[in-house]
T-cell receptor, first 113, second 110 residues
Framework: KAGVTQTPRYLIKTRGQQVTLSCSPI?????VSWYQQTPGQGLQFLFE???????NKGNFPGRFSGRQFSNSRSEMNVSTLELGDSALYLC????????????FGQGTRLTVV | QQQVKQSPQSLIVQKGGIPIINCAYE??????FPWYQQFPGKGPALLIA?????SEKKEGRFTISFNKSAKQFSLHIMDSQPGDSATYFC?????????FGAGTRLTVKP
């Protein structure tokens, strides 16, 4: 079966712009979570969605937002980009809300210049 | 913000050695502890996971040891191979919440 698909794979944006990243989970998976990966910081939790509702949110500013659609696809939006937002953004899908394996996409590499 | 502390940051071992990666957590509500392996250019992939009702789980050359009272768990890789060279992340999870450690870059020298 198809894995988790993230688009685009690479993105270059200018400070102050906004960006939208997309994640298509594995078919049948209803839980989608987003992480920011930077060297030395590991994977920082952004938010988790289940059945179109945000169930949990990490400690990121309000410039970071997301949503999940009825087909479980999810989007993440970052407004007013800062240089420090440059990172690999990973999406993970799970069948349920806990005790289940998280399958990761290859990520979107965002560079803010 | 880092709810899961992982050490060491990097590790170099010879082929056949037994690298050990340690993690600690604070929140006792976490009830599922997976380890993920990540190769360059790829997303992390599940390696092995444990629930807190057992103290050890082994799958092939990978073993998790879990100490519930100390809120610590570790990954041991037996007979390590150059192909095991990757970044390893521990995680702690509860409903709607999975938090990761900062990662350990493992290098296995031939």
């Amino acid at each position: 079966k198809a894995g988790v698909t993230q688009t685009p794979r690479y993105l270059i944006k200018t400070r102050g712009q906004q960006v939208t990243l997309s994640c298509s989970p594995i078919s049948g998976h209803r839980s989608v979570s987003w992480y920011q990966q930077t060297p030395g910081q590991g994977l920082q939790f952004l938010f988790e969605y289940f059945s179109e509702t945000q169930r949990n949110k990490g400690n990121f500013p309000g410039r970071f937002s997301g949503r999940q659609f009825s087909n479980s696809r999810s989007e993440m939006n970052v407004s007013t980009l800062e240089l420090g937002d440059s990172a690999l953004y990973l999406c993970a899908s799970r069948l349920g809300q806990t005790y289940t394996e998280a399958f990761f996409g290859q990520g979107t590499r965002l560079t803010v210049v | 913000q880092q709810q899961v502390k992982q050490s060491p940051q990097s590790l170099i071992v010879q082929k056949g050695g037994i690298p050990i990666i340690n993690c600690a957590y604070e929140n006792t509500a976490f009830d599922y502890f997976p380890w993920y392996q990540q190769f360059p250019g790829k997303g992390p992939a599940l390696l092995i996971a444990i629930r807190p009702d057992v103290s050890e789980k082994k799958e092939g050359r990978f073993t998790i040891s879990f100490n519930k009272s100390a809120k610590q768990f570790s990954l041991h890789i037996m007979d390590s191979q150059p192909g095991d060279s990757a970044t390893y992340f521990c995680a702690a999870s509860k409903i709607n919440d999975m938090r990761f450690g900062a990662g350990t870059r493992l290098t296995v020298k031939p």
